[in-house]
């Protein structure tokens, strides 16, 4: 039975017809071999988020989730120019983490709704209501927002830069989900900022499907990533971001899982433990703005050197700051 609320969500994202053309095999065999020629001659690396295509992920250097793919931005030495296969926030990060590199997001549209839920004006409202609680922001922000906050997060870290922060009360923004779970796992008091940002696609997510699955096949280990509702958290044996879940679905003695998270990252579960069985915890768990990114835009972007992420020096220097801040916490 589904929820009102997964409707809701569902005519929210009103997935653009993202699988409406498949690309045919000798077309995708053709890009491949175009665009690895393409960044040979560019000196171009191309980063992937975990989300993405699988045809993306494979043809990628690097796949992680955004801590991993910040650091690999920031370390960057060789490339002349980084290609990021994922969403504006992520390639902003890298653009401000590696200022000399040229980053290219393949598609503009790439957008993260979660991102677009934080104003300016909310975060500076609210730290002038809480004048001593520092902000932290999950890395799914726009860099003006980043600017404004003393240090960033990812999913993969967010408890440890709280406990890193000598303050029992903090903002913490856009996440609701991921807010609450940082509060269950470090004891402090956290202010969502603002009230109710979530990420649409964790959303789609029901602990009902959880236990129809788990009858199916119950030998299987239940992973969400904290983005997911409190419900769902409850259900699960592994809460995560998807770099732990791939650390967990490797060393565990398990030999299946459900996953409460975008579909993407299965490709690189299956690819990295063969003889493991992964199942998603819902179908239509597609986040539509990672799968704008299709090979032929990557070529398109990569031939002509488009979309250039460029960061304003002002606001850059700031969210710098907060990245590299959280980059040393671990
Ligand atoms: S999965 Fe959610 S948080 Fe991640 S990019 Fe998509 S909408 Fe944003």
């Known amino acids: 039975m589904e929820k009102p609320q ?28 175009k665009i690895q020629k393409l960044k040979k001659e560019k000196k171009a ?82 730290k002038t209501l809480h004048p001593k609680a520092p902000v932290i922001l999950y890395v799914n922000t726009l860099a003006e927002s980043k600017a ?20 029992q ?32 696609t964790h959303l789609l997510f029901q602990p009902e499907d959880v236990i129809v699955l788990k ?20 259900v699960a044996d592994f809460v995560g971001s998807t770099s732990k879940m791939c650390h967990y679905a490797k060393d565990v003695d398990a030999k299946e899982f459900i996953v409460g998270t975008e579909e993407g990252i299965l490709h690189r579960l299956r690819k990295e433990n063969p003889n493991k069985k992964f199942y998603t915890a819902y179908e239509g768990a597609v986040c539509p703005n990672m799968k704008l990114t299709t090979l032929d835009r990557l070529y398109a972007s990569l031939k002509e050197e488009k979309h250039l992420v460029k960061v304003p020096e002002n606001v850059a220097v700031k969210a710098r700051a907060a990245l590299e801040r959280m980059i040393q916490v671990n």
């Open 6 to 33: 997964r409707k809701r969500v569902k005519e929210y994202i009103s997935t653009p017809a993202i699988y409406a053309s498949p690309i045919q095999a000798q077309t995708m065999m053709d890009l491949t071999g």
């Open 45 to 126: 690396i191309i980063l992937a988020h975990n989300y993405q295509r699988a045809e993306i992920q494979d043809i990628a250097d690097y796949i992680g989730d955004s801590i991993e793919l910040s650091r690999k931005a920031m370390q960057e030495k060789e490339a002349e120019i980084i290609v990021f296969c994922a969403v504006d926030f992520m390639a902003e990060s890298a653009a401000i983490l590696n200022p000399t590199k040229k980053v290219l997001l393949p598609t503009l549209g790439a957008r993260c709704p979660m991102a677009q839920m934080l104003t300016i004006d909310e975060i500076r409202r609210s």
């Open 148 to 167: 404004e906050c003393d240090v960033c997060c990812t999913s993969a870290n967010a408890v440890e830069v709280i406990n890193s922060l000598d303050a």
């Open 169 to 200: 009360t903090v903002l913490f923004g856009p996440d609701r989900n991921l807010a609450e779970y940082v509060a269950e796992k470090t004891g402090k008091t956290i202010i969502p900022l603002p009230e109710w940002g979530f990420c649409p």
């Open 215 to 234: 009858q199916q096949h119950p030998q299987a280990v239940v992973m969400v990533h904290p983005e997911c509702s409190g419900e769902m958290r409850k």
